[in-house]
């Protein structure tokens, strides 16, 4: 069963359905029944034309669905006209391209929240069901449901057509990127999916910068954390293990993006990424150009963390006592400058302070494996004191 081409054909299906007039969420709901009966019966005998099958039994789960509800008798005749009216269009047809854009956008609205945008658009886009998506973040089914339900209520008016703001999407498309894997369903795969098929309806530079960066990430996720579950620093990863393939992909996905001269923050980041992946050692790292590259997203973004990561690079290209300098112009409780500073005070032979400031990180860590990193270095540096 090639749950990887269901998923793709998802957002065609819904495109489909809402163009013959059914409402976003009702629609959802049977592109989602579809997507059900699919797995059942397809392994028995996958079908010549998988779309329209999808489109038919979708189309058939909305109208049982309009009927069965005597108060949305009137919409079900609303419908059914509209659909004789515009010829109701075969399966497969009309602008898909179109229709696809626009349901990223509608899933991306401004008024939901993140994560309501982030559940909307797995389910409505990804193709993955309430069950997995609630397992990848670790929350109850019927708690995603909830969030789902909401996130479709608030869209249900929003106009089909109406212009998307492809700076939303990226966004959500990068909180999907940023959870990585739990549950049954690797979020960071996924999220490369549905970026690179954005990529293939919509001619953005940006969009292409975000692809870039999370190949550049993804190439490395092996390296990460170590067999036990502990966190390995980017500068003791073994670089031999790096997925030299991506690299090479969004690289030239980089270059064809910068090239056209519309710099963005997810073309400035893909750099730094860039210049990480093209360093055969920690130490031949090219630790100026990054800081060059982080001053221009300074400039794009004026982002506390981005300065934050700016004053640690200018710590590895200038010295530590300069990276302490630029930290200092920050705000100490931004989230990681207490990790930051005990980094830099450690290369600068400081090591009683930067024990201490390990110990205060880790007490604000973002997640375990966070925080039992930084307390196993603050236990390294106190050992090495009592020496």
């Given at each position: 069963?090639?749950?990887?081409?269901?998923?793709?054909?998802?957002p065609?299906?819904?495109?489909?359905l809402?163009?013959?007039?059914?409402?976003?969420?009702?629609?959802?709901?049977?592109?989602?029944?579809?997507?059900?009966?699919?797995?059942r019966?397809?392994?028995?005998?996958?079908?010549?034309?998988p779309?329209g099958?999808?489109?038919?039994?979708?189309?058939?789960?909305?109208l049982d669905?309009?009927r069965?509800?005597?108060?949305r008798?009137?919409?079900?005749?609303?419908?059914l006209?509209?659909?004789?009216?515009q010829?109701a269009?075969?399966?497969?047809?009309g602008?898909?391209?179109d229709?696809?854009?626009?349901?990223?956008?509608l899933?991306?609205?401004?008024?939901?929240t993140?994560?309501?945008?982030v559940a909307l658009?797995?389910?409505?886009?990804?193709?993955?069901?309430?069950r997995?998506?609630?397992?990848?973040?670790?929350?109850p089914?019927?708690?995603?449901?909830?969030?789902?339900s909401?996130?479709?209520r608030?869209v249900?008016?929003?106009?089909f057509?109406?212009p998307?703001?492809?700076?939303t999407?990226?966004?959500?498309?990068y909180?999907?990127?940023n959870?990585?894997?739990?549950?049954?369903?690797?979020?960071?795969?996924?999220?490369?999916?549905l970026?690179?098929?954005?990529?293939a309806v919509?001619d953005?530079?940006e969009?292409?910068?975000l692809?870039?960066?999370?190949?550049l990430?993804?190439a490395?996720?092996?390296t990460r954390?170590?067999?036990?579950?502990?966190?390995?620093?980017?500068?003791?990863?073994?670089?031999?293990?790096?997925?030299?393939?991506?690299i090479?992909?969004?690289?030239?996905?980089?270059?064809?993006?910068?090239a056209?001269?519309r710099l963005g923050?997810?073309?400035?980041?893909a750099?730094?990424?860039?210049?990480?992946?093209?360093?055969?050692?920690?130490?031949?790292?090219?630790?100026?150009?990054?800081?060059?590259?982080?001053?221009?997203?300074?400039r794009?973004?004026?982002?506390?963390?981005?300065r934050?990561?700016?004053?640690v690079?200018?710590?590895?290209?200038?010295?530590?006592?300069?990276g302490?300098?630029?930290?200092?112009?920050?705000?100490?409780?931004?989230?990681?400058?207490?990790?930051?500073a005990a980094?830099?005070?450690e290369?600068?032979?400081?090591?009683d302070?930067?024990?201490?400031?390990y110990?205060?990180?880790?007490?604000?860590a973002?997640?375990?494996?966070?925080?039992?990193?930084?307390?196993?270095?603050?236990?390294?540096?106190?050992?090495?004191?009592?020496?």
């Amino acid at each position: 069963m090639d749950e990887a081409l269901l998923r793709s054909l998802t957002p065609g299906v819904l495109g489909i359905l809402v163009r013959r007039g059914a409402d976003f969420a009702a629609a959802e709901d049977a592109v989602q029944d579809a997507l059900l009966e699919a797995l059942r019966v397809w392994p028995a005998g996958p079908p010549q034309d998988p779309k329209g099958w999808l489109v038919t039994v979708a189309w058939r789960r909305f109208l049982d669905a309009t009927r069965a509800e005597t108060s949305r008798r009137r919409r079900e005749e609303l419908v059914l006209g509209a659909g004789l009216a515009q010829g109701a269009p075969e399966p497969g047809s009309g602008p898909a391209v179109d229709e696809e854009l626009q349901l990223y956008f509608l899933c991306a609205h401004p008024s939901l929240t993140p994560s309501s945008a982030v559940a909307l658009t797995l389910r409505a886009v990804g193709g993955l069901t309430t069950r997995q998506i609630a397992q990848a973040y670790l929350v109850p089914e019927a708690t995603m449901a909830q969030r789902i339900s909401r996130a479709k209520r608030t869209v249900a008016d929003v106009r089909f057509d109406r212009p998307g703001d492809v700076a939303t999407v990226l966004r959500v498309l990068y909180l999907v990127f940023n959870e990585g894997y739990s549950g049954d369903v690797d979020l960071a795969a996924e999220a490369i999916r549905l970026t690179r098929q954005l990529a293939a309806v919509i001619d953005h530079p940006e969009v292409a910068g975000l692809l870039a960066l999370m190949l550049l990430h993804h190439a490395r996720r092996a390296t990460r954390t170590a067999p036990d579950g502990s966190l390995i620093p980017l500068a003791e990863q073994d670089r031999g293990r790096w997925d030299t393939r991506l690299i090479a992909e969004g690289v030239e996905i980089l270059q064809a993006a910068l090239a056209r001269d519309r710099l963005g923050e997810y073309q400035a980041q893909a750099a730094i990424a860039a210049l990480h992946a093209d360093a055969p050692s920690a130490e031949e790292t090219d630790w100026v150009q990054i800081v060059e590259w982080y001053d221009e997203l300074v400039r794009l973004t004026d982002s506390p963390v981005v300065r934050l990561n700016r004053a640690v690079a200018v710590g590895e290209a200038d010295g530590p006592r300069a990276g302490l300098a630029a930290l200092a112009e920050l705000d100490d409780s931004l989230p990681r400058h207490a990790a930051a500073a005990a980094y830099l005070h450690e290369r600068d032979g400081d090591l009683d302070t930067a024990a201490r400031l390990y110990t205060e990180a880790a007490r604000t860590a973002a997640n375990l494996a966070e925080r039992d990193h930084l307390t196993r270095q603050a236990a390294r540096l106190n050992a090495r004191a009592r020496r």
